[in-house]
């Protein structure tokens, strides 16, 4: 039997945001999809130091960071892909004359150039133990894997022209988007997984909800979107499993015929 491997969006579907917890069902749903051989991985628009404690919790050691911007399988680093330094410098001229903050992370932590802005702190809360680190500089001489910019949609598109063709931009707030290398994606990050490894794309299978997992739906051998999830995630998908806090995974894993 040829190895396989389940893919897991964070927010919306491991996690219930409701309760803010993972559902007994699903810890046990993991359970047994190790104890049938397959592989499990996280694949989160997060850097690696914001959900390490997720990793342990559910016994995992591969993983899809930075919307497949790095990518870790079995513990080992086998794909990075970093944001341009001259081009990111030339983005943040702009956002400061808009008055627009600026977060850039890397695997291990986040930097910002303000030092202090309650549009950084509202948005980030509930995904970094604290504030980030005021340093205006620290992308120059460090990778980056991505940025967060904090604007409203309606100030998104100077960035979405003026940088098309070197960064990607996915909203994933009211008041932030992601800034990513130019076709990343959560696909991408898994696609340079198998490359590297002899699981075929057929036997990927992925669970998401939100805009940031239409392509890698799309592009698994099954999709599963959540039933909490959007409405463009449902369209993507093969299969629409139930909400996260109604054993959501559980059913789903159910219906691929994993457990």
């Known amino acids: ?118 549009v950084v702190y509202e948005s980030t809360k509930h995904l970094l133990p604290e ?18 910019l904090f604007c409203d949609e309606g100030f998104e598109q100077p960035y979405r022209k003026g940088y098309k063709g070197t960064f990607d931009f996915i909203r994933w707030h009211q008041h932030a988007i992601d800034v990513m ?3 990343g994606s959560k696909a991408k990050g898994i696609e340079e997984l198998l490359k590297r490894t002899t699981i075929h794309r057929e036997n990927t299978f992925s669970f998401g909800d939100a805009l940031n997992d239409i392509e890698m739906l799309q592009s698994s051998g099954m999709g599963i979107a959540m039933g909490n999830g959007r409405p463009e995630a449902k369209r993507a998908a093969n299969y629409v499993t139930k909400p996260v806090g109604e054993d959501g995974i559980w059913h789903g894993l159910k219906y691929a015929g994993l457990i």
């Open 1 to 118: 039997m040829r190895d396989k491997m389940v893919f897991f969006d964070i927010d919306g579907t491991l996690i219930d945001e409701t309760t803010g917890k993972i559902p007994d069902s699903t810890k046990e749903a993991l359970h047994k999809l190790r104890a049938n051989g397959v592989h499990t991985g996280i694949a989160t628009g997060r850097a690696p130091f914001m959900f390490k404690h997720l990793l342990k919790e559910l016994e995992m050691d591969s993983f899809i960071s930075f919307n497949g911007s790095y990518v870790v399988f079995e513990g080992e680093v086998i794909y990075k892909a970093n944001l341009d330094v001259e081009r990111l410098k030339h983005l943040e001229k702009l956002a400061v004359e808009a008055g627009h903050p600026l977060v850039f992370l890397d695997h291990a932590s986040a930097t910002t150039n303000l030092e202090y802005a309650e």
């Open 131 to 148: 504030y980030p680190q005021f340093d205006q500089t620290y992308y120059h001489n460090n990778d980056v894997y991505q940025a967060l």
């Open 181 to 183: 290398p130019y076709g």
